[in-house]
């Protein structure tokens, strides 16, 4: 039995510019992940039938069978009650790839993190310290949060199928993780039926990263390559997909991490994306007016990339001095909104009360407000709904909130989800204030905060929250997850065991 799983992302910085092979983006790999668990003998499942049956037990319905014959002449027989494209799509390219010369029956049970779903009506099962959702309606009606789930279970399912078929390769050297995230990209296109950016299977590949994208000539010339040659000659597709898939893409891949007790917040806004129509949108006013998109990019691109230098420069300030850290940054964060931040940072030229140091906070505010505008921007200019005016007021309301150093509506964009960057310790204060039912609570916990906050100012009260209604929060559902910086993992078996059928 071989178990791996993969993590879910949140698109920080880079939105719609990650498209293009120009610009680099941002990319949190999430505490929520996906995982698999792979059964298989070497054995017909039928006279000359071999069969993948995937299940995925949490969802009513979630069984997905597919029959192929060995040697695999490259399309599958869909058994199953309901479709389910990124199996399909997945197993068609693993198989296309390896091409089996023998028999095998197996069986993969996929499991997704609670943090993918809506969690209404769920019911729980825990095993051996994992915890998972089990829900009374079909994969397709369950309302999704948006964190990847599809391209956490093409990863985890390439990986199952390659330990069976390649159990010679091992998955977590660098050959290996390149072979599972091209595999994936490959089957997650074929699936979407367009060729995404491919930032969410990078991210569940290689977790938290600095993502530069493959040109989308290599997928898209495979897929004409496929159209051109699969009926007539399955076997020169299957070579052209190993030598495509066996190759180094030219693109970036840096991994990362948030600073150590800064963590992401996320904010389930609304359910139900519109990725697609925003992006065609976007390209479109891009296409037609060239110059001034240009220009626009630009601006998104610097700010994208000042926040990621100066989040890279707090880690390095908190390896080097881990005292000047705590003291002058991250405890500042804590107790301050970062509107009175700002403020504070901006007196400290003038007097002598507040730290110089507190400088680092200060770009990652503006780079963040930057971005925020671009986006604004082009929320007007392209008429997508990438920062709404609802998503506006609910950002601007977060930035009033001590422990808070910056927020976007991430990816796309839209109004399924706002992404705080805040400070670790300050989020059950920012989860008390939002679920304030009324100002005079609000004020309750405002002077709780004020005799509790290390740093108590004459010239500011530290917690000022006048133009923050908490009534807004209503449609906010905070997700219980966190950066976990690591991509694809081997798991231990003992974890499913109970949980499978
Ligand atoms: N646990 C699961 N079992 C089986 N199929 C799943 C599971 N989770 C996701 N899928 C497949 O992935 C599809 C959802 O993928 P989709 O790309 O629409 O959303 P997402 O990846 O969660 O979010 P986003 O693309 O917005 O980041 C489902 O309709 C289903 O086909
Ligand atoms: C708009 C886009 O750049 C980001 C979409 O991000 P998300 O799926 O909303 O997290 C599209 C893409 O990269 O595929």
Same mark, same amino acid.
């Not at 790839?97 to 069986?107: F, G, L």
């Not at 993969?108 to 998972?132: C, L, W």
């Not at 300050?426 to 740093?455: F, G, M, Q, R, V």
């Given at each position: 039995m071989k178990c791996f799983s993969a993590p879910g992302k949140a698109l920080l910085a880079g939105g719609y510019l990650v498209l293009d092979p120009k610009y680099k983006a941002y990319v949190v790999a999430l505490s929520t992940r996906m995982h698999s668990v792979t059964e298989g003998e070497p054995v017909a499942a039928a006279p000359n039938t071999s069969r993948? $049956?995937? *299940? #995925?037990? /949490?969802?009513?319905?979630?069984?997905?069978?597919? *029959?192929?014959?060995?040697?695999?002449?490259?399309?599958?027989? *869909?058994? %199953?009650?309901?479709?389910?494209?990124? =199996?399909?799509?997945?197993?068609?390219? $693993? =198989?296309?790839?390896?091409?089996?010369?023998?028999?095998?029956?197996?069986?993969?049970? $996929?499991?997704?993190?609670?943090?993918?779903? #809506? /969690?209404?009506?769920?019911?729980?099962?825990? %095993?051996?310290?994992?915890?998972? =959702?089990?829900?009374? *309606?079909?994969? %397709?009606?369950?309302?999704?949060?948006?964190?990847?789930?599809?391209?956490?279970?093409?990863?985890?399912l390439t990986s199952g199928l390659l330990s069976y078929y390649k159990p010679e390769l091992d998955l977590f050297s660098e050959i290996g993780l390149r072979t599972v995230h091209n595999l994936a990209q490959i089957s997650h296109c074929a699936a979407q039926g367009k060729v995404g950016s491919g930032f969410d299977v990078a991210a569940a590949t290689y977790g938290s990263i600095i993502y530069q994208r493959f040109d989308p000539e290599i997928i898209n010339g495979l897929i004409k390559y496929k159209e051109e040659v699969f009926s007539s000659s399955p076997t020169e597709y299957s070579k052209k997909l190993q030598s495509v898939v066996n190759c180094k893409w030219e693109m970036i891949i840096q991994k990362c991490d948030l600073p150590p007790q800064v963590r992401i917040l996320m904010g389930d806004v609304n359910n139900g994306s519109e990725t697609p129509k925003l992006v065609s949108k976007v390209l479109k006013w891009r296409k037609e007016n060239p110059e001034e998109a240009g220009n626009l990019y630009h601006d998104l691109n610097f700010y994208n990339m000042k926040l990621v230098s100066e989040l890279l420069t707090l880690t390095q300030i908190s390896i080097e001095n881990p005292e000047r850290y705590e003291a002058d940054l991250i405890s500042f964060v804590d107790d301050y909104s970062l509107i009175q931040l700002k403020h504070l940072i901006k007196m400290s030229g003038s007097s002598s009360n507040f730290p110089d140091s507190l400088k680092p906070l200060l770009d990652i505010i503006e780079s963040v407000s930057s971005i925020r505008g671009g986006l604004q921007s082009l929320t007007k200019k392209t008429g997508a709904d990438i920062e709404p005016m609802e998503q506006t007021i609910l950002l601007d309301n977060c930035f009033a909130l001590p422990g808070v150093l910056g927020g976007v509506v991430p990816g796309a964009g839209g109004y399924d989800a706002i992404c705080l960057l805040c400070s670790?310790?300050?989020?059950?204060?920012?989860?008390?204030?939002?679920?304030?039912?009324?100002?005079?609570?609000?004020?309750?916990?405002?002077?709780?905060?004020?005799? %509790?906050?290390?740093?108590? /100012?004459q010239e500011f009260s530290n917690v000022d929250l006048d133009c923050f209604d908490p009534s807004l929060f209503k449609s906010v559902t905070w997700l219980d997850l966190h950066e976990e910086n690591t991509g694809l993992v081997k798991e231990d078996p003992l974890h499913y065991v109970e949980l499978l059928n």
């Open positions: 993948i $049956i995937v *299940d #995925s037990p /949490q969802f009513l319905g979630g069984t997905w069978s597919y *029959d192929f014959p060995v040697p695999f002449v490259g399309t599958l027989q *869909d058994t %199953s009650a309901s479709r389910n494209p990124f =199996l399909l799509s997945t197993i068609e390219t $693993i =198989l296309g790839y390896v091409e089996p010369e023998s028999h095998a029956t197996i069986k993969i049970t $996929i499991f997704s993190d609670p943090g993918y779903h #809506s /969690q209404n009506d769920a019911m729980v099962k825990e %095993s051996n310290g994992k915890r998972f =959702l089990y829900h009374k *309606d079909t994969i %397709s009606n369950v309302p999704k949060t948006g964190l990847g789930s599809s391209a956490g279970l093409v990863t985890v670790e310790k300050a989020i059950p204060k920012i989860l008390k204030l939002t679920a304030a039912k009324d100002a005079e609570e609000l004020n309750h916990i405002k002077h709780e905060l004020e005799s %509790s906050s290390i740093h108590r /100012q």
